[in-house]
Nanobody, 116 residues
Framework: QVQLVESGGGLVQAGGSLRLSCVASGNTFSVTSMGWYRQTPGKQRELVATISSDGSTNYADSVKGRFTISRGNAKNIVYLQMNSLKPEDTAVYYC??????????WGQGTQVTVSS
């Protein structure tokens, strides 16, 4: 089992920045990648960014050049630095972890609201 706890969401004006954090606990040795997804009402959850155990990253086209995913010195922490935020970035952001056993875990989500 892997537990994920997100923090850092909030209300920000367009053009502003926020940093989300996700702390993983439990069987973190089995995690091969972590990432961030987001969801708005009535829409499917969508990929924002992922980072693998080797440090390789992947971003949705809509956030490239504005968002950066990274890991802390403790490999069980993942950050999402969000700059130049737009109203369309408003969503609930979920932390995700994928394990060697091909199991996906999710955090409880954190709300990000960008006002115009």
């Amino acid at each position: 089992q892997v537990q994920l706890v997100e923090s850092g969401g909030g209300l920000v004006q367009a053009g502003g920045s926020l940093r989300l954090s996700c702390v993983a606990s439990g069987n973190t040795f089995s995690v091969t990648s972590m990432g961030w997804y987001r969801q708005t009402p009535g829409k499917q959850r969508e990929l924002v960014a992922t980072i693998s155990s080797d440090g390789s990253t992947n971003y949705a086209d809509s956030v490239k050049g504005r968002f950066t995913i990274s890991r802390g010195n403790a490999k069980n922490i993942v950050y999402l630095q969000m700059n130049s935020l737009k109203p369309e970035d408003t969503a609930v952001y979920y932390c995700n972890a994928y394990t060697l056993a091909r199991v996906t875990y999710w955090g409880q989500g954190t709300q990000v609201t960008v006002s115009s």
